[in-house]
């Protein structure tokens, strides 16, 4: 992999540079899960202002409901038809959970053009929230749905939401968090994860940003809220609520939150906290810094601190906590398109997953036989989760370590295990191998052939391959590299004996003897690009 380089701008102002292929490339990688051909090549026709609008604007696509898609029928509900409304079935919720992780997958696959699909997941790692823990699938789903409707909105509205929230209540376990004896975890994770976040211990308790008396101040705030698993909502249990006032620390300006005892009001005191810990000015740099790493890049420095962060934050806190100026300011400016931050990252496993099935126009199972969609969508958690990111399950509330374990971020995602993982998925998708240990067909299917007609000349090999490096890595391959990669495809052979070939395959595309024989260069040219080093970045 390449040296790191360091950016040439950290400008936040529009970016006015060239715009092509390349940079609408790094657009789509950043803001979706793969950027196919087709998508590239639409984006390109727009300005740089004009994507990233199409980006943020709002997504009409229909998502559906998880199905039930075992054999057997629950509860009266067939194959085929959805469980959301369906009472707790504890025999089933393990079913349940694989059925909402794939159909969120699914969706991940047929997104449109739209940042959406990457926002959820971006909420779902920074609300990080178990399955297992939660164990009722009904209210992941919930989860899921208020975090997809609500994930281009407003960032202090959402931060309401979750904490209220049914599954978060089960989570960390303010269902609990009672009068008599305050549960701490959700004060303690509404500060240090979900909003100011934790700054340097320079005292015992005294974090900067926040003293664990305040985490006990927020805990007393929020007692007496319970879920209600008829109906998947917060519950508020007056009794059960500390109705006295709650003085916070010098780090909030000594504040005091007044307490009541009934439920609008217990609503009005959460509107408190949140008042308070939004109107410090950190609260708007911890998920900006959060995003920066999501969309950009996991380093921030000084400069990036001063020059990127602290400005975003400032729009963040002018257009009261509304995502999508931050989110245009950030993807439009000179600083994201700079060359430092194009193909710095290593891919998450589920970009490499998805992006990858998307890119090379990997067939899934058919849509209207519902178990062989469903487990195509399953093998493919089944895999992220073999390369340590398992949907539905982050590691534990701060998500997963990539984005947060300093100093290696995204060089968590590969070790021994998980390249393996990695290459050996690749192998398997361009091999049409792909299967997971239940079933004993095939999941996806792949013909080398339609991939090769991306190409602006696919009867050409250097054009062929110049083609799939750029559809394929976010920077250029060296001219040894590329020497390689036609080594590799014709050893030994002149351009005109693949012209050949390709032209006979064209003139009969039925000839199955003509189509295997290109079919077969092609596959080992492509399994080739994929295990290099540079397929692994975005």
């Known amino acids: 992999m390449a040296q ?52 943020l604007a709002d997504d ?36 349940r959970n ?153 780090r909030y300006g000594n504040q005091i939150i007044k307490g009541h005892s009934d439920k609008s009001g217990a609503a009005q005191e959460i509107d408190d906290l949140l008042t308070m810990i939004f109107a410090q000015q950190e609260t708007a740099k911890y998920i900006c810094r959060k995003l920066f790493r999501w969309f950009v890049d996991y380093v921030i420095d000084d400069a990036i601190e001063q020059q990127v962060i602290a400005p975003l934050a400032q729009t963040l806190i002018t257009n009261n906590f509304e995502m999508l100026p931050v989110l245009s300011q950030l993807l439009k400016s000179t600083m994201f398109y700079d060359a430092a931050f194009v193909g710095c990252v290593i891919k998450t496993p589920i970009d490499l997953i998805i992006g990858s099935i998307r890119v090379l126009d990997v067939v899934m199972p058919v849509k209207d036989v519902i178990i062989t969609q469903y487990y195509g969508w399953i093998g493919l958690r089944q895999t992220a989760a073999s390369q340590q990111m398992k949907i539905l399950e982050p590691p534990n509330v701060a998500g997963w370590p990539a984005y947060y374990q300093t100093p290696h971020f995204h060089e968590l995602w590969i070790n021994s295990a998980t390249l393996n993982s990695r290459i050996t998925f690749l192998d398997q998708i361009v091999t049409n191998k792909y299967s997971i240990a239940v079933q004993t067909y095939y999941l996806t299917s792949i013909d080398p052939t339609v991939f090769a007609k991306r190409s602006s000349d696919p009867s050409n090999p250097d054009t062929l391959i110049s083609d799939w490096a750029k559809f394929l890595f976010p920077n250029p391959l060296t001219a040894d590299q590329l020497t390689t990669l036609h080594n590799v495809f014709l050893p030994g052979l002149p351009n005109y004996e693949w012209t050949a070939e390709w032209s006979a395959f064209i003139n009969s595309p039925n000839d199955s ?26």
């Open 4 to 55: 790191r380089l360091e950016p040439s701008s950290l400008s936040l102002s529009p970016y006015n540079g060239s715009w092509g292929f390349s940079q609408a490339a790094h657009l789509l990688r950043r803001a979706m899960f793969g950027a196919t051909v087709e998508d590239i090549t639409m984006v390109q026709a727009m300005t740089m202002s004009q994507a990233v609008d199409s980006l």
């Open 60 to 95: 009409p696509t229909p998502i559906g409901s998880p199905l039930v898609w075992y054999h057997y029928d629950i509860n009266g509900v067939s194959q085929g038809q959805t469980w959301v409304d369906l009472p707790y079935d504890s025999g089933n919720d393990f079913n």
């Open 98 to 250: 694989e059925s909402l992780a794939a159909w969120w997958l699914g969706l991940m696959l047929s997104q449109s053009i739209s940042i959406r699909e990457k926002m959820v997941l971006f909420w779902h790692n920074h609300f990080a929230c178990g399955a297992i823990t939660v164990d009722d699938a009904r209210y992941m789903y919930v989860q899921n749905m208020m975090l997809r409707n609500k994930a281009l909105g407003n960032y202090k509205s959402l931060v309401k939401s979750i904490t209220l929230d049914p599954a978060m209540l089960r989570y960390l376990s303010g269902n609990q968090n009672v009068r008599t004896a305050p549960n701490e975890n959700y004060g303690r994770e509404l500060q240090e994860l979900f909003s100011i976040g934790k700054g340097a211990e320079v005292a015992v308790g005294d974090y900067t940003t926040y003293t664990e008396a305040d985490v006990k101040a927020a805990a007393r705030v929020l007692t007496g809220w319970k879920d209600d698993s008829k109906t998947i909502t917060p519950v508020f249990t007056p009794a059960d609520h500390d109705s006295s006032d709650k003085q916070f620390s010098p």
């Open 513 to 538: 003897a003509k189509k295997m024989a290109v079919s077969n260069k092609l596959t080992t040219l492509l399994k080739y690009m994929l295990e290099l080093a540079e397929y692994q970045l975005m």
